[in-house]
């Protein structure tokens, strides 16, 4: 089964589901092995997913690494988009850094890592107060003419930031958060969006795995697993939010489906430019999530979902990660 494809932007054309690849190299417990996740993200592509988010970040960088092994051989069939905006030097997290110089030397390093000649969709990764958004944009459209980077792409940003960015160098895609249990953007940014013409790429889809179902409130998760670090995991706020998979349990046994692929058919219902980025570390897991862009919601399905007037429990970031959302 190959899933449609989608198109952010004006002309950026990628499957309706594509695959994150943070969760193969950082995040949530020991990186993968490196084989087995090269399988896996070929694998993809040979089951028709074409668009691949990393970041330099991820690892740091050892994701970029990873995910440039593995397409090497495919790279004229897929998109690839990485993010920049940290200061990484000393090869871990010191802030964020999205100042001119920084992002022109660190996409260097992005595509040697990536083995590519050009960057399809470059973010920035987080909105950096200390740098004008404009300088931002002005620097990638720098690249994009010097043949580096094809697209540009903001992440966790706000509207006025957006607009600002979108004025010097149009955006191709907004990359945040956005699930069943996380529906703020919805009020604000998707107008925007959908104003300006902007792409939408929802991360963590599947709420970071609750709504697979298989996290309840006696899931223990390992030590580098950031998910220890979010109120929102915490086991009574688990216990609350377990109102979200018994709806999604109820829809997926009608349909025949898992609950995983009803939150994924959700979100590619509510637009036709959102491409959620589920992760995985499995191959059997990114086949259960291509078939969800063939799964059809009907009227009566989004209204039972929309009739649950669910809310979630806990917030999703703890303070420091929080104080980094552009609004």
Request: glycine content about 8%; charged content about 25%.
């Amino acid at each position: 089964m190959t899933p449609p494809m989608r198109t952010l932007g004006e002309s950026l054309h990628v499957s309706a589901i594509s695959l994150g690849c943070m969760s193969m190299s950082s995040g949530y417990g020991p990186a993968g092995d490196t084989s087995e996740m090269v399988a896996v993200i070929r694998g993809a592509v040979e089951r028709g997913v074409t668009f691949f988010d990393t970041a330099q970040v991820y690892g740091p960088f050892t994701n970029e690494e990873l995910v440039g092994e593995a397409l090497e051989p495919v790279r004229d069939q897929v998109v690839i988009a990485t993010k920049f905006g940290w200061e990484l030097s000393s090869g871990e997290g010191r802030g964020l850094d999205s100042r001119p110089e920084t992002i022109r030397r660190t996409v260097d390093d992005s595509l040697r890592r990536l083995r590519v000649e050009t960057i399809d969709l470059l973010y920035q990764h987080r909105v950096d107060p200390n740098v004008p958004i404009e300088d931002v944009a002005a620097t990638v459209k720098d690249l994009i003419a010097a043949g580096k980077v094809r697209h540009f792409g903001l992440s966790e940003a706000g509207v006025g930031t957006i607009r600002r960015a979108h004025a010097v160098q149009p955006v191709t895609a907004l990359q945040s958060e956005y699930s069943l249990w996380w529906r703020e953007p919805e009020d604000e940014i998707m107008p925007v969006l959908e104003e300006l013409g902007i792409g939408f790429v929802p991360f963590s889809p599947l709420g970071k795995g609750f709504l697979t179902g298989a996290i309840d409130e006696t899931t223990e998760f390992t030590s580098g697993d950031f998910r220890n670090t979010i109120p929102r995991f915490a086991p009574e706020a688990r216990q609350t939010n377990r109102a979200f998979v018994e709806l999604l349990e109820t829809i997926a046994a009608r349909k025949g489906a898992t609950p995983a692929q009803i939150a994924l058919a959700w979100l590619l219902a509510q637009r036709p430019w959102i491409v959620p980025i589920p992760g995985t570390t499995k191959t059997h897991r990114v086949e259960e999530n291509i078939a969800a862009a063939e799964l059809e919601l009907t009227p009566e399905d989004l209204g039972e979902i929309e009739e649950a007037q669910l809310s979630a429990e806990g917030a999703r970031y703890g303070e420091a990660s929080q104080r980094m959302v552009d609004r």
